[in-house]
């Protein structure tokens, strides 16, 4: 009877256990998701890729034909460059007179050409003048991430995905994705002569007592009584 007892407590304390070990498994894994970022700033930071297109236009002595310049048109056209995007040119095979048209069929589509084109596979051969669309894109990676599993946070640390919406809405919004890396860049001479403005015009006004002090006369007037 005593046996039998005991055996059936054996048995009870080894299912307890086993049933604790799964839950400290279960919560195991759970844990494994606890962020560990304790700082502010998001580790999802958006992505900028660049991508160049080229298109070969081919040029004579005499400048570009007007075949290859409707070609390079209509490809434009077909590109839909718009603010943010980079043209450029390799001029390093061609003449003066295909520059100048390249310049004056830019003009006309209302298009700046960099100063300088990027390296891209292949060479372009002679009289072959290589046009290069750089279109950049913005995007944040891995987002929205919900690696969490549980409230758990030792570490007092920021969600998984902290930063997701802020950041991937900057990258969808932003007109200019280089923006991002390097920002606007100007002379600054408009601001620096308009906040001038007000110090010069202060500065330029005559001091009050440039024109000496006033005459105050210490003699009071009037006529006197006479005496007996």
Same mark, same amino acid.
């Given at each position: 009877?005593?046996?039998?007892?005991?055996?059936?407590?054996? +048995?009870?304390?080894? %299912?307890?256990? &086993?049933?604790?070990?799964?839950? =400290? !498994? @279960?919560?195991?894994?759970?844990?494994?998701? $606890?962020?560990?970022?304790?700082?502010?700033?998001?580790?999802?930071?958006?992505?900028?890729?660049?991508?160049?297109?080229?298109?070969?236009?081919?040029?004579?002595?005499?400048?570009?034909?007007?075949?290859?310049?409707?070609?390079?048109?209509?490809?434009?056209?077909?590109?839909?460059?718009?603010?943010?995007?980079?043209?450029?040119?390799?001029?390093?095979?061609?003449?003066?007179?295909?520059r100048a048209d390249l310049m004056a069929l830019a003009d006309r589509q +209302?298009?700046?050409? %960099?100063?300088? &084109?990027?390296?891209?596979?292949? =060479? !372009? @051969?002679?009289?072959?003048?290589?046009?290069? $669309?750089?279109?950049?894109?913005?995007?944040?990676?891995?987002?929205?991430?919900?690696?969490?599993?549980?409230?758990?946070?030792?570490?007092?640390?920021?969600?998984d995905g902290f930063g997701c919406a802020v950041n991937a809405n900057w990258?969808?919004?932003?007109?200019?994705?280089?923006?991002?890396?390097?920002?606007?860049?100007?002379?600054?001479?408009?601001?620096?002569?308009?906040?001038?403005?007000?110090?010069?015009?202060?500065?330029?006004q005559a001091p009050t007592g440039e024109g000496g002090l006033p005459t105050?006369?210490?003699?009071?007037?009037?006529? @006197?009584?006479?005496?007996?």
């Amino acid at each position: 009877m005593i046996k039998t007892i005991t055996a059936r407590l054996t +048995g009870h304390r080894a %299912a307890t256990a &086993a049933l604790l070990l799964g839950a =400290a !498994a @279960g919560l195991s894994g759970c844990v494994g998701g $606890v962020s560990d970022n304790r700082t502010l700033n998001s580790v999802h930071q958006p992505v900028v890729s660049r991508t160049n297109y080229v298109f070969d236009v081919m040029t004579s002595s005499s400048g570009i034909p007007i075949g290859e310049q409707s070609r390079l048109a209509g490809w434009w056209d077909a590109m839909d460059i718009s603010y943010g995007d980079r043209v450029s040119v390799d001029t390093a095979n061609i003449g003066p007179a295909a520059r100048a048209d390249l310049m004056a069929l830019a003009d006309r589509q +209302g298009i700046i050409l %960099a100063e300088t &084109a990027p390296v891209t596979e292949g =060479a !372009a @051969g002679p009289g072959v003048a290589r046009v290069v $669309v750089t279109r950049s894109t913005a995007a944040v990676e891995d987002c929205p991430r919900w690696t969490d599993k549980t409230d758990f946070n030792p570490n007092n640390a920021t969600s998984d995905g902290f930063g997701c919406a802020v950041n991937a809405n900057w990258a969808a919004m932003v007109a200019n994705p280089e923006d991002l890396l390097t920002g606007q860049k100007g002379t600054g001479e408009t601001v620096v002569m308009s906040s001038t403005k007000a110090i010069d015009s202060y500065r330029q006004q005559a001091p009050t007592g440039e024109g000496g002090l006033p005459t105050v006369s210490t003699q009071q007037g009037g006529g @006197g009584g006479g005496s007996n």
